[in-house]
C-alpha cells in the first residue's frame, strides 16, 4: 500500500471513530473517545509521514518521493 493510500485508510478510520463519539450522550465517555482517536490519528502521522526533525525514520521511508 503506498503513502496516501495507507494515511486514507488510517485517517478515515479515526474520523468514523470521532463521528460515533460525537453521537454519545454521556459526556465523559464522549471525551475519552474523542481523546483516543486524536492519539490515534497523532500517532499514524507520526509514525507514517516524515519530517525534517524526526529523531527516526517513518515507518514508511522507502516510499518518499525520490
Avoid: F
Amino acid at each position: 500500500m503506498n503513502l496516501t493510500a495507507e494515511l486514507n485508510h488510517h485517517l478515515r478510520r479515526v474520523l468514523a471513530e470521532m463521528r460515533s463519539a460525537a453521537e454519545v450522550e454521556d459526556r465523559e465517555e464522549r471525551l475519552q473517545m474523542m481523546d483516543q482517536a486524536i492519539e490515534q490519528a497523532d500517532h499514524v502521522l507520526i509514525d507514517l509521514v516524515p519530517t525534517v526533525s524526526a529523531e527516526r525514520a517513518p515507518r514508511l521511508a522507502s516510499l518518499t518521493p525520490r
